[in-house]
């Protein structure tokens, strides 16, 4: 079967837009398998910028097919405004299919994102405010809504008024109907027409959002998403067997970066920070929030690879390293006087670890134009030789800037026959 999963190492914002843009170009399909609008990434092409949010990045070619999984929660309000903006700028949007089974994010979750964030106060997660938690809980708790449902008027109704605690308006009823009519000829049991395309050996590219420490198993509890970005989440949020899932590609920055509150070992701040904040454009697509900045942290990465089976890397925003001297890179923490190579799962435990860091030269030279392996300077291979070594995963994607020909590919990503 012919699919490749891209999936996050970080805490998201490594540039999965960036290689999933340049992947999408060689996919048949493109699917999005959990979160919702939580998600977001602005796409560069023919000098016009687009952020996507909601709508996979498959959309900006006619023959692709777009798939929004069963696993995502979706604000179909929001759904219908990204769409109208696409197609305001000439893009057509007919071939989105979305999962009868995911679930609708409706105005009363982002309600309770506020109000959840205001009851925690200093312990707040730092959320989007796109009501993505309460969503996924009313759907845990089996109190939520699928698509499936949400496009037939009495269904929504009938929905509606069993959130007695949430009383809907008529003006709001309104706008939830029209929504559904709009959305109503794309939703359709997405996992059958996937299976098929994976019986035809299409080429199904897997577009995770967020990154595996967002992750609500693996990530870094309680500061983490509701959702499971990881590979092992896919045949899940899809309806697909686990077999299919087998090239993953781990999207990493040369650094790290965090938005939200949570703890992260390696984070620094200062002037250094700044300069890399400035240098690398580090600030949400979504909220606009400046991110923190730290240096990359190969125990994250380990583990990352453990949880999503990389098997190969993409490594963003090299480039931004520029002048920085020496390049730090954590190898291990130090927990109670012990050395460690994993994560805790306990945040309390996690939030005691010391980073243990080696050091590199850093390099000079504007790499912004290399466009070769070979032609990098002896530094920053060496810096990339490291990231092989320490993680035993070979790099597939160097990123020198955020345009597409700012890309040095050194694998044939879906080449299977
Ligand atoms: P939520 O997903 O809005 O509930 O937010 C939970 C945590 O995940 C917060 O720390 C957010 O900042 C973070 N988060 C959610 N989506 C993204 C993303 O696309 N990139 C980076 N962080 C994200």
């Keep these: 079967m ?9 805490w998201g914002d490594e540039g999965k837009g960036k290689v999933t843009d340049y992947l ?16 977001g990434h602005t796409i560069k092409f023919e000098g016009k910028k687009y952020a ?3 709508i996979p990045s498959g959309i900006f070619k006619p023959a692709c097919i777009n798939v929004m999984g ?16 696409l197609k305001k700028a000439g893009i057509a949007t007919k071939n989105l299919k979305i999962s009868a089974a995911a679930h609708v994010v409706l105005p009363v979750h982002l309600r309770l994102d506020h109000l959840s964030e205001e009851r925690k106060g200093s312990n707040s997660v730092g959320t989007t405010f796109r009501g993505i938690g309460p969503a996924y809980t009313d759907k845990a708790s089996r109190t939520g809504i699928r698509m499936g449902d949400f496009i037939h008027p009495h269904r929504l109704k009938r929905h509606l008024k069993s959130m007695a605690s949430a009383p809907c308006e008529d003006t709001l009823y309104e706008q939830l109907e029209a929504a559904a009519t709009a959305l109503r000829p794309l939703v359709e049991n997405t996992g059958e027409c996937l299976y098929k395309a994976l019986l035809e050996n299409k080429k199904v590219l897997f577009e995770g959002a967020q990154g595996t420490m967002l992750c609500l198993d693996h990530g ?74 730290g240096w990359l942290d190969l125990v994250v990465l380990n583990h990352a690879k453990r949880v999503n089976g990389l098997t190969s890397l993409a490594i963003m925003l090299l480039d931004v390293l520029q002048g920085v001297h020496p390049l730090k890179v954590c190898v291990a923490y130090q927990l109670d006087g012990q050395r460690i190579n994993d994560i805790p799962s306990s945040i309390d435990d996690y939030q005691r670890v010391e980073p243990v860091y080696i050091e590199l030269d850093g390099f000079n030279d504007d790499i912004s134009s290399v466009k070769h392996y070979e032609d990098l ?17 070979p790099i597939g994607i160097i990123s020198v800037g955020p345009s597409r020909e700012q890309t040095i590919v050194l694998h044939d990503y879906f080449m299977k026959k």
């Design 52 to 54: 996507l949010h909601l």
């Design 377 to 393: 300077p002896k530094p920053a291979k060496t810096y990339l030789k490291t990231i092989e070594t320490l993680t035993g995963v």
């Design 220 to 293: 870094t509890y309680p500061y983490v998403t509701s959702s499971s970005p990881t590979a092992a989440s896919v045949a899940l949020n899809t309806g697909i067997p686990p077999q299919a899932i087998h090239e993953v590609l781990g999207v990493t920055k040369a650094y790290t970066t965090r938005v939200g509150h949570g703890f992260f070992a390696t984070e620094f701040s200062g002037n250094l920070a700044d300069k890399i904040r400035l240098q690398g454009h580090e600030f949400g697509t979504t909220t606009q929030r400046p991110r923190r900045i």
């Design 70 to 85: 069963n696993g995502m929660v979706i604000n179909p309000l929001a759904l219908c405004e990204e769409l109208e903006g």
């Design 2 to 10: 012919n699919t490749i999963t891209v999936v996050g190492t970080q």
């Design 24 to 39: 999408a170009q060689k996919a048949d399909y493109v699917v999005r398998y959990q979160g919702g609008n939580n998600a």
